[in-house]
């Protein structure tokens, strides 16, 4: 399997940015997937998922602004961040769940992709 997050950026506050974590290589399916933020010298926090069946979590924080989807043809999932603050600036790594071509399921993370929103 190969995942690839992207769309990462400089933005200004009140701005958009719109993630992608794309699966490829021995993927069938792309099942739960959740999203996390590693703020600069913070722990990873979880902000939003996505689950076998389409329902969506939000953090706090991000609630209202930030939208989980996933486009099962092309076996990818979007973060949508509207209103972007200074305080969601940092590393941004997708966690989904994939069921491979042996028909087992493993979880998988990204690589990170970095949003850095200016005041």
């Known amino acids: 399997v190969q995942l690839q997050a992207f769309g990462g950026g400089l933005v200004q506050a009140g701005g958009f940015l719109r993630l992608s974590c794309a699966a490829s290589?021995?993927?069938?399916?792309?099942?739960?997937t959740a999203w996390y933020h590693q703020a600069p010298g913070k722990q990873r926090e979880l902000v939003a998922s996505?689950?076998?069946?389409?329902?969506?979590n939000y953090a706090d924080s991000v609630k209202g602004r930030f939208a989980v989807s996933r486009d099962n043809a092309k076996n990818t999932v979007y973060l949508q961040m509207n209103s972007l603050k200074p305080e969601d600036t940092g590393v941004y790594y997708c966690?989904?769940?994939?069921?491979?071509?042996?028909?087992?399921?493993?979880?998988?993370w990204g690589q990170g992709t970095q949003v850095t929103v200016s005041s």
């Open positions: 290589g021995s993927t069938l399916t792309v099942r739960a």
């Open positions: 966690n989904p769940r994939i069921l491979t071509t042996s028909h087992r399921e493993y979880f998988y």
């Open positions: 996505i689950s076998n069946d389409g329902s969506t």
